[in-house]
């Protein structure tokens, strides 16, 4: 069961992940820019539980909000590029996360252990959770609590006005702006959000691996966040958790079996959905579908 | 009359066929089987790093197989059989594999990964103290054949590792150097600083062990550098002319390097840079009176990259074909797929570790006993003083889980890595 | 005095070291920006589609020890196949104006070259040949490496060669008008799938041409270079301005340069991040790259 209950935990960082790069698409920004807030998340969280002592949570808590506050500040220059520019500036911004990782050295001893991140050698002994006795179950749910939490108020966010203004300002900005919505004030909070939700899921990770360095948040890794929601389809949450578990329930680990082919189908799997479902696994059509069967006859297609 | 003849003769067959079929079933079940697992990275740029311990897994399985297996501690013989998973160099990848096989297999021992990041990060995951029951952690030993930075296995007293130890290699090495030449007074160098390995073996291992035989930093003196391990890293690294480890072009730290005209040239990376490097040096004409390398690059990958320009220089190693198990290990390892070099070798060498401790310890290999067989092979692990190398015997600090390997200096000679001096 | 004439010296040489390996990155720029001149569409896989390319010519020479212009030809032929598979694979059937789903698939190829890559040579870094390695021009008291100056010379070659394709042919012509207003150019009778398909072995040959010089360059090969040299490659698609050609040459120029320049000045660790800064730089200034032109593209 260890082995589903760690799968479960990777499946929810990743989610938050997928997540904090779905709600910048919904407002037209492609961002790879997630797995530099996510870093930020990561370090500064670890920092905190293994070199002062925090517990988890207000933890996590800090480690998503100087994740968000660097979003928050990343959002304005973002509003001046647009496209593919956005995704090399963002690609550029984190390599510049990476690149101070890579640079940082703050050691402490800690009960005898010296611990901290260490630049090129890494963060490693991040164990809160096995010094505390927190099981790969007591983890898998506290990850999950989270994830649902956060998909929750997505959800929910897509069901009121703000969901509408964001995939408003995705969908045409000059007709958003005509309408009076601030394109501005719509952006960076979209930044934002993005960025505090990958920083949450960054906690998460540098907790459940025990062990980040800069190589870890590679653009390899902020590929995989935008690929989540573009696999899953933009027309809801669900979308990006379908995408997370194909990628790393299905692809990663599923296909094991099949030794050194795994690897080469991934890349050839990812290529097939995208010609088969090209707007998502979880496009508008397969969304009303579930729509109905779930809920019965709904008023009418979902938006977007 | 014919029918009953028939009948019984029937009969007969039927009743000899069930006993035959009876009998199989019994043999086959007496056929028992130790499980193993491993693994390392088989997809992603370390693949060679997979491939090659994998084929030396399967090459020493089937000597001990071969052989008769092992002998389990109610005296029947079993055979290895082993998995090998790719980790792909992912730490989460790593840690879902070492929980798969620690919670759904019944595999003895781990032998892995290649990474030494994802060493770092599974390594967190199990239990830090044994008996330590506010400990979450997985109890599940590891023998580690590859992944080398220095201070891993004792991020927990389940993991062990069969890995070289650079800091006494490359003193020695140096020690040698300066005795060969007593007028050669200055040393210069770089690394890959986004290495792990690299940069911590050259600025905490080999700078250090350079100072300490008394050679000195081109440049100018660098007074953090005592010549004890790690003293003075930050500031030697400062004065170094470094790269990144996919880097192209190495013409402005080539040019530093022949600026700095020193006696001692150190280039501390894995083979692709190193050959970069040294294909930049042998276009601006520098020629060091010596030349030191990085344990990694004393494989055949740098032989394939850059053999002209490796010319001349020294590694020290811990693997090379000059014993003849050693020459065996490297035949068998080519016919299995792969190569044996200083990291694949530890493959073979595991097997044997595993063998011995399961053989002493008295480990029953059956679904029932597995958590205390899983706790007999740590225990074990942990008290072994010596172990069998391939290039003679292994001591084991058995505080730390790690192991003093016997080493070679070698040389490239011609393509080849030639030993030079041979301290066993 | 003669300290500061040294560093001035090394400056200079850094700087023209850096232009001359540029030429690579112009190459792969030049490939990123012509897809997307011609589609509005990323592709992805095209740093790798150029190494595979590479990679066969690699296989070429061990197998058949064929001279260095054989093993480039076959690269820049086989790196022009492997493009036109990624355009069947990720752009001849999904949605033309899904730029997302393109995008990923162009991803997934990315990852698949680079496995099969892998996979064949297990990941080793392998041996390129060069031509006129060992030749240094001394001019004065600079160097200037001889096979860069080759390197140089053919990636400036086959940058007028595609010029003369974009702007003296009637495929060219097609080209340009598909890439300005497709539903026109559809209305005049130009077939656009076959035009885009053409425009991809094009950017495809030329980045044969291009990994087959990197390759060259650094003396090997290696799957290390796919991810750091697409990213170059962005980098100098968006300073030289997204569909701009001779935007694509200045910036991989600058870009090489600039390179240098930084690790001469502030060593390796913060190289990268002055490169960053470089881009940011433009994206404030010049957004619509080095020679802006009155026509906005996204």
New interface residues.
């Given amino acids: 069961m260890d082995y589903y209950f760690g799968l479960s935990q990777t499946i929810g960082i990743h989610t938050l992940l997928g997540l904090s790069a779905y709600i910048l698409m919904l407002t037209g920004q492609l961002s790879l820019a997630q797995v530099g807030f996510f870093a930020i998340g990561a370090y500064t969280s670890g920092i905190l539980t293994t070199m002062f002592g925090y517990h988890i949570m207000p933890a996590l808590l800090i480690g998503s909000l100087v994740a968000g506050f660097f979003a928050f500040l990343i959002g304005f220059p973002a509003l001046r590029v647009k496209g593919l520019m956005l995704v090399v500036a963002t690609i550029a911004f984190s390599q510049f996360v990476s690149l101070f990782f890579f640079n940082l050295d703050w050691r402490k001893t800690v009960n005898g252990v010296e611990v901290g991140p260490d630049s090129t050698q890494g963060f490693r002994e991040i164990r809160y959770y096995a010094a505390n006795g927190w099981d790969s179950g007591e983890v898998a749910l506290f990850v999950w609590v989270i994830v649902v939490l956060v998909m929750a108020a997505l959800w929910w966010l897509d069901r009121s006005r703000a969901g509408a203004v964001l995939r408003a300002v995705g969908e045409d900005e000059l007709a958003a702006q005509s309408v009076g919505l601030n394109l501005t004030a719509v952006k960076v909070i979209a930044m934002t959000a993005g960025g505090v939700i990958a920083g949450l899921g960054g906690s998460l990770y540098a907790h459940s691996t025990t062990y980040v360095d800069h190589l870890t948040f590679s653009i390899l890794l902020a590929t995989f966040a935008i690929a989540y929601p573009i696999l899953g389809g933009l027309s809801g949450v669900f979308g990006t958790l379908v995408a997370v578990i194909f990628i790393q329930g299905i692809l990663v680990e599923g296909l094991r079996f099949l030794g050194d082919w795994r690897n080469l189908l991934f890349g050839l799997l990812i290529v097939l959905v995208m010609n088969l479902k090209p707007e998502g696994i979880i496009d508008a059509r397969v969304a009303q579908l579930l729509k109905r069967t779930f809920l019965g006859g709904g008023k009418g297609g979902k938006h977007a | 009359m014919l029918r009953k003849k028939l009948f019984r003769i029937g009969l007969s067959c039927a009743v000899a066929t069930g006993m035959l079929l009876g009998l199989m079933t019994v043999t086959h079940a007496a056929e028992r089987v130790v499980n193993l697992a491993g693994w390392g990275a088989k997809s992603g740029v370390l693949r060679s790093f997979g491939v090659n311990s994998e084929a030396v897994y399967h090459a020493a399985i089937k000597e001990v197989n071969d052989a008769g297996g092992i002998k389990m501690g109610d005296g029947t013989m079993a055979k290895i059989e082993l998995t090998y998973y790719d980790s792909a160099c992912n730490a989460e990848q790593g840690i879902a594999v070492a929980r798969k096989v620690a919670s759904t297999t019944q595999a003895l021992v781990g032998f892995g990964p290649t990474c030494s990041g994802v060493a770092a990060a599974s390594f967190g995951i199990f239990q830090k103290k044994v008996d330590d029951a506010s400990d979450s952690g997985l109890q599940f030993p590891i023998l580690t054949d590859t992944a080398v930075r220095n201070g891993l296995a004792k991020i927990s007293q389940w993991t062990f590792r069969n890995t070289p130890n650079e800091p006494d290699m490359y003193d020695k090495l140096f020690a040698w150097v300066r005795k060969n030449n007593p007028d050669l007074k200055t040393m210069f160098g770089g690394t890959e600083t986004d290495q792990g390995h690299s940069k911590g073996t050259y600025a905490k291992v080999i700078g250090p062990a350079a100072k300490k035989h008394g050679f000195t930093w081109a440049t100018g003196e660098i007074p953090a550098m005592t010549g004890q391990i790690a003293k003075g890293w930050k500031e030697l690294l400062d004065s170094s002319s470094n790269w990144l480890m996919n880097d192209t072009n190495f013409s402005v730290q080539a040019r530093k390097f022949k600026k700095s005209k020193a006696d001692i040239l150190i280039v501390s990376s894995h083979p692709f840079t190193t050959c970069g490097m040294l294909k930049e040096l042998a276009r601006q004409r520098v020629k060091p009176k010596v030349l030191i390398g990085l344990t990694s690059s004393s494989s055949a990958e740098t032989m394939k990259g850059c053999a002209k320009q490796a010319e001349g220089m020294i590694i020290p190693t811990s693997f090379a074909p000059i014993t003849p198990q050693a020459k065996k290990v490297a035949e068998l390892a080519e016919q299995f797929g792969g190569a044996a070099d200083l990291h694949s070798a530890a493959a073979w060498e595991n097997i044997f570790i595993v063998k011995r401790v399961i053989e002493e310890t008295g480990i029953i290999g059956k679904p029932g006993t597995l958590q205390s067989d899983r706790r007999k092979m740590r225990d074990g692990l942990e008290a072994l003083e010596n172990t069998v190398g391939l290039m003679g015997n292994i001591k084991r600090v058995q505080d730390e889980g790690e192991a003093l390997k016997p080493y070679v200096f070698v040389q490239a000679k011609l393509g080849n890595w030639e030993v030079v001096y041979d301290p066993r | 005095m003669e300290d500061f004439l040294f560093e001035l010296y090394?400056l200079i040489?850094?700087a023209a070291?850096?232009v001359l390996?540029g030429s690579t990155y112009a190459l792969i720029g030049i490939g990123f920006t012509l897809i997307?001149g011609a589609m509005e569409k990323?592709n992805m896989s095209y740093a790798a589609s150029s190494f595979a390319g590479a990679y066969t010519g690699l296989a070429v020479l061990s197998y058949f020890d064929a001279p260095f212009l054989v093993v480039l030809l076959s690269a820049v032929l086989s790196a022009g196949v492997v493009s036109y598979v990624v355009y069947l694979?990720?752009f001849r059937?999904?949605?033309v104006h899904?730029h997302?789903?393109?995008?990923?698939?162009s991803?997934?190829?990315?990852?698949?070259?680079?496995?099969?890559i892998?996979?064949a040579t297990?990941?080793?870094?392998?041996?390129f040949p060069a031509l006129f390695?060992?030749v240094?021009i001394e001019i004065g008291p600079f160097?200037l490496?001889g096979d860069l100056i080759f390197i140089f010379a053919i990636s400036m070659l086959s940058t007028v060669a595609l010029l003369l394709l974009l702007f003296r042919t009637r495929l060219g012509f097609a080209t340009r008008a598909v890439s300005q207003q497709g539903v026109a150019a559809q209305l005049c009778g130009i077939d656009i799938h076959r035009t885009n398909g053409i425009t991809f072995i094009i950017a495809g040959m030329l980045g044969g041409v291009g990994g087959a010089m990197?390759g060259a360059?650094?003396?090997?090969l290696?799957?290390?270079?796919t991810?750091?040299v697409t990213?170059k490659g962005?980098?100098v698609?968006?300073i030289g301005g997204?569909g701009n050609i001779p935007g694509a040459i200045v910036a991989g120029f600058l870009v090489g340069a600039s390179?240098?320049l930084f690790?001469?000045l502030r060593?390796?660790?913060?190289r990268?991040?002055y490169v960053?800064l470089l881009?940011?730089v433009f994206?404030?200034f010049r957004?619509h790259g080095i020679f802006s032109r009155r026509s906005e593209r996204?």
């Fill in positions: 090394d040489q850094s070291d850096g390996f997307f990323l694979t990720c059937f999904i949605p899904n997302l789903a393109s995008l990923m698939a991803v997934g190829m990315l990852f698949f070259i680079d496995e099969v892998i996979h297990n990941a080793s870094p392998l041996a390695d060992e240094m160097g490496r990197i360059s650094v003396g090997m290696s799957p290390l270079l991810i750091p990213v962005l980098i698609t968006v997204l390179e240098n690790l001469f060593g390796v660790n913060e990268d991040m960053m881009l940011f994206l404030v957004p996204d």
